[in-house]
């Protein structure tokens, strides 16, 4: 199935930035000041709120350390606490969706949208509701919360050095250097923890995504497309039943200098751990 991404959503990274080059070049540097610091307000808030869920670590570490030496092998389900405590976070923000750490270790929290005009706000306000130029990265409204699509968006702005999304155009601008020091995110959600394996990145022109292909061949064509597009080679293979997920932001150059109005990072979606939410935890 076919989505039309509404242009107006799908320019508002670029929009939202060059309108700030406009007022900076209008205002001069103080404006440029006080944008630059609402946006290390944002990220610092969502540090905090990060900080808020975090589990037991000690448990986490041993639980980790069991999924590095074989992602497919069972689970103590006693042993295995998530390194976030989701329903902690969805109880204190009803908005929140999930966790996005990472390959650093850094990671920050995810929104839930239901419309365009939900996105809109998460452009400019952290999950706590509060306004930052930072915003608060978010799940694409037109996606299935349980992550029952075969693709899923998650949005965020680029901005400077590694805050939020600052850092993905650097699989294109670094290539295969970065990608080798930056393969795997993970997503924690209330449904599960995931891993996130990079295999391409690469700039779009925004006008249409499929969410849910009609076939097989559709899905391995379109994702080998990307994957032939991509500055870097990367050592993950892609099966028809795959799912996935596109970190999105916008381009360095934006869409005001170039055809293309985002930056897509393509990543494979493999299961951690999923809890069974009729009962108990089980892969």
């Keep these: 199935m076919s989505y039309k991404l509404d242009k107006k959503k799908s320019n508002k990274f670029s929009k939202f930035l060059i309108a700030s080059g406009i007022a900076v070049a209008l205002i001069g540097q103080g404006y440029a000041g006080i944008t630059i610091f609402s946006q290390l307000e944002g990220v610092k808030t969502n540090d905090t709120i990060i900080t808020q869920v975090i589990t037991d670590k000690q448990a986490d570490t041993k639980a980790q350390e069991n999924n590095n030496n074989n992602i497919d092998q069972d689970i103590n389900q006693e042993e295995y606490i998530p390194k976030y405590d989701i329903n902690e976070l969805q109880q204190q923000y009803p908005n ?43 799940l694409d409204h037109q996606n299935d919360k349980d992550m029952n699509n075969q693709v899923s968006r998650i949005w965020g702005h680029n901005l400077l050095g590694e805050n939020m999304f600052g850092d993905l155009t650097e699989y294109q601008n670094q290539g295969q250097n970065f990608y080798d020091q930056n393969k795997t995110y993970t997503l924690y959600t209330a449904k599960g923890v995931y891993q996130l394996d990079v295999f391409a990145a690469l700039e779009e022109d925004g006008t249409t995504q499929e969410f849910d292909y009609n076939n097989q061949d559709a899905f391995l064509e379109d994702m080998y497309n990307n994957i032939n597009a991509s500055n870097f080679t990367s050592d993950v293979t892609i099966e028809p039943d795959n799912q996935v997920i596109i970190l999105e932001c916008c381009p360095d150059r934006g869409s005001a200098f170039s055809g293309n109005n985002r930056f897509a990072v393509y990543t494979k979606i493999t299961p951690i751990y999923e809890y069974d939410l009729s009962q108990n935890k089980t892969l």
Excluded: C, M, Q
Aim: net charge negative; hydrophobic share 30%; proline share 5%.
């Design 96 to 138: 929140a969706w999930g966790i996005l750490e990472k390959p650093n270790g850094t990671a920050f929290p995810i929104a839930t949208t239901n419309s365009r005009e939900e996105e809109d706000y998460y452009l400019t306000h952290t999950l706590d509701g509060n306004y930052s130029s930072s915003g608060t990265v978010f």
